[in-house]
């Protein structure tokens, strides 16, 4: 099944249903970018998305920990945007 993006202000184009056959999903398109200082020359590359809580979980409300986000391209900090 496929899954279909949206735009950022667009309304939700899927389906929730009783049961995930009478659903369809779909899913937001990113709008951030990661840009790093210098080009990534050819070749393999470690790339990763490092996360550190800055608070705690409000589960009561259904909210998990608030915190930042960290992209992080051969062991350097990338800017994410």
């Given at each position: 099944?496929?899954?279909?993006?949206?735009?950022?202000?667009?309304?939700?184009?899927?389906?929730?249903?009783?049961?995930?056959?009478?659903?369809?999903?779909?899913?937001?398109?990113?709008i951030y970018h990661v840009?790093?200082?210098?080009?990534?020359?050819?070749?393999?590359?470690?790339?990763?998305?490092?996360?550190?809580?800055?608070?705690?979980p409000d589960i009561a409300h259904?909210?998990?920990?608030?915190?930042?986000?960290?992209?992080?391209?051969?062991?350097?900090?990338?800017?994410?945007?």
């Amino acid at each position: 099944m496929p899954i279909e993006e949206y735009g950022p202000g667009t309304a939700f184009p899927g389906v929730i249903g009783r049961t995930t056959d009478e659903s369809s999903p779909a899913w937001p398109r990113a709008i951030y970018h990661v840009y790093a200082p210098d080009p990534l020359p050819a070749g393999r590359h470690e790339l990763r998305f490092e996360f550190e809580p800055t608070g705690k979980p409000d589960i009561a409300h259904g909210k998990g920990a608030p915190g930042r986000a960290h992209p992080v391209a051969q062991r350097g900090l990338a800017d994410g945007r």
